[in-house]
């Protein structure tokens, strides 16, 4: 088949706006699946995404389509929608020449629409735009459609209005993909070049590389490069998903399928990477993407039945299917052996923790996430922390650096005043404000990480009474003025317990977690005291009494001295204890102080 005859694109949207209902109508109507093997939801096929209604993992199928009498290869990749899984979508559009970008009728422009959206424009993708829902009762498509020019600059009379849920204006949608969407360019005479763009791991046939070719083609049997690592592998296998895995003999320049080639382990694949011919190899590696940036960190420990080697086969075999998690040994004196985690965000973080759980029958406790910062040292060397117990004395660092991003929220006008006071308590700055109709506004905002990522959306959600959306996008690190809380429990420093936080509210966050420590860790028969510091400087501190023993119960009458010296004694005994005695700290302890919610 001719490049003119194919066509590549993906649908993308804000979360919950249609785009995998839209997939099912496309695969009905080119008839990809039958009536018999039809499900809601056809191309989520992780028991977690039917679940919760979201997609996770990109995934790609291939259609047949005839109009005006010639056939047309469509092939389609559905892109998850949330903020977390941003570089699942800027995988797909990388591989796609077109992109059908849907916006729910009834919500309108939302912040992971526009975001998606020039991730689109970046990638060169040329853009259809579909309004999607318009069977609702409370749809209203003109003014999304002018909300749409607005936010994006799509003219609104371009918009097609279609509803996934019944298939009204689907085959209008398909023919627009054919007469719309570019065809790829014809580069089957030049040196074959493939993208790896995604890839997963099965038990019985070894790392399945989802591929879209560029240039040259590939071929059962062929001795192919991986331009990346320099290894060289037979194919075994070719194919394409039709939604099931179907085997052909060759892909040609600018199809999309899969490549079986006996690699054991998912590590040997870079997503991003090249494929090529062995004995003719092309001159230069297609421009891949940057490695997801891991920014939320958290400890996972086992608890009740698991143990350490049932955490750990549980976290390699997750792995294989989820390149964009890393795990390392972590040793804790309060809770023994676990993993320190590195995650997306905190749906990433959410899901991994159902995965272990569910699919791998595990026990976890887990300790709150963390953001990453970045140490500017006396010597000139950079280092990452990734926990403030790495975090290198005071005396040896230049800069402290945190995390920023560019946060987009979009609201309804009457909640602007409670958004804005929200996003200055967090220590955000306002960069600019623009309306996208006469009721809604995007503010976009420069903020820190570590303020937005645990509670933020909570609390945004319930200002703007659930309209308000947001998204954000790493940007940097910039150094500010951090310093790291050392909690002091009976004048020892605990680690575990320790966090880095803004020098403005460290007294707040200090005092905050003590008085939860206080409630947590039970009394002993001596006193304990609790403190926050900063370097040498104790910042705040609580008390736990101790147990008191009325010792002069037995005692009565006589002279005063008799009692004042046995609660003598007894004070030196306490002290003397206090002095040796070890405060245990229970494990349900350290997680309602690791918890940093009000």
């Known amino acids: 088949m001719t490049t003119e005859h194919i066509r590549n694109f993906s649908i993308v949207a804000h979360i919950d706006h249609g785009k995998s209902t839209l997939a099912d109508r496309l695969l009905e109507l080119t008839g990809a699946v039958n009536d018999r093997n039809k499900k809601a939801q056809m191309l989520d096929d992780m028991d977690l995404e039917r679940e919760r209604g979201i997609t996770i993992k990109a995934s790609a199928v291939t259609m047949w389509y005839n109009s005006g009498g010639r056939d047309y290869m469509l092939n ?81 009379e371009d918009c097609l209005l279609v509803s996934a849920k019944t298939g009204q204006g689907v085959k209008q949608l398909l023919e627009a993909v054919v007469a719309k969407l570019p065809p790829p360019e014809d580069k089957s005479d030049q040196p074959t070049a493939a993208l790896i763009f995604d890839s997963h791991a099965d038990e019985y046939r070894g790392v399945i590389c989802y591929v879209r070719v560029f240039a040259g083609c590939l071929k059962k049997k062929q001795k ?129 923790q159902e995965r272990l759980e569910r699919e791998n029958d595990i026990d976890v406790v887990q300790t709150a996430p963390t953001v990453s910062y970045e140490a500017l040292l006396t010597s000139g060397q950079v280092k990452r922390i990734d926990s ?70 909570d609390q945004l959600k319930g200002i703007s009474r659930g309209y308000a959306t947001m998204d954000y996008e790493f940007i940097g690190f910039e150094p500010d003025d951090l310093v790291k809380i050392d909690i002091l429990v009976n004048k020892t420093a605990v680690e575990a317990l320790s966090l880095i936080v803004h020098r403005s509210n460290a007294e ?40 008191r023993k009325d010792v002069t119960a037995k005692l009565y009458g006589g002279d005063v001295t008799r009692k004042m010296k046995v609660l003598k004694k007894q004070k030196e005994g ?19 102080i690791l918890d940093t919610s009000d």
């Open 388 to 457: 403030p117990a790495e975090l290198p004395d005071r005396a040896h660092i230049e800069q402290l650096r945190e995390p920023m991003v560019r946060l987009e929220v979009i609201t309804s006008h009457d909640t602007i005043g409670g958004i804005m006071q929200l996003a200055d308590e967090r220590r955000c700055k306002l960069v600019k404000t623009g309306y996208i109709s006469p009721t809604r506004v995007m503010l976009e905002y420069k903020a820190p990480l570590a303020e937005i990522v645990y509670d933020f959306y």
């Open 224 to 352: 192919i490069r991986l331009m990346g690592s320099g290894r060289w592998y037979q194919i075994a296998e070719l194919g394409k998903f039709t939604p099931t895995m179907t085997a052909v003999e060759q892909l040609g320049s600018g199809e999309v399928g899969y490549v079986i080639a006996n690699i054991k382990q998912l590590g040997d694949v870079t997503i991003g990477d090249t494929i090529t011919d062995f004995n003719h190899p092309a001159p230069h590696p297609l421009p891949g993407y940057k490695p997801p940036a891991q920014m939320v960190f958290s400890d996972f420990y086992p608890s009740g039945q698991t143990d350490y080697p049932k955490l750990r086969s549980a976290f390699e075999k997750l792995a294989l299917n989820d390149a964009s998690f890393s795990y390392i040994p972590q040793n804790s004196p309060a809770l023994g052996f676990g993993f320190r985690c590195g995650f997306l965000g905190l749906l990433h973080m959410e899901i991994v």
């Open 76 to 156: 389609l990749i559905d892109t998850p929608g949330h903020v977390d899984f941003h570089y699942e979508v800027s995988r797909a559009l990388t591989a796609c020449e077109g992109a059908l970008l849907v916006v729910d009728a009834s919500q309108g422009v939302e912040a992971q629409t526009v975001a998606n959206a020039y991730l689109a424009i970046d990638s060169g993708c040329e853009i259809i735009g579909v309004i999607n829902k318009i069977d609702l009762s409370s749809a209203r498509p003109a003014e999304v459609a002018e909300e749409v020019e607005q936010a994006l600059g799509l003219l609104q």
């Open 508 to 547: 707040k966050r200090g005092r905050k977690l003590l008085v939860k420590l206080k409630k947590a860790i039970p009394r002993h028969q001596f006193e304990i005291p609790l403190q926050a510091a900063i370097g040498g400087k104790i910042i705040a501190r609580e008390t736990i009494k101790s147990f």
């Open 574 to 592: 306490k002290k003397r204890m206090k002095a040796i005695g070890q405060v245990t700290i229970p494990q349900d302890a350290f997680m309602s």
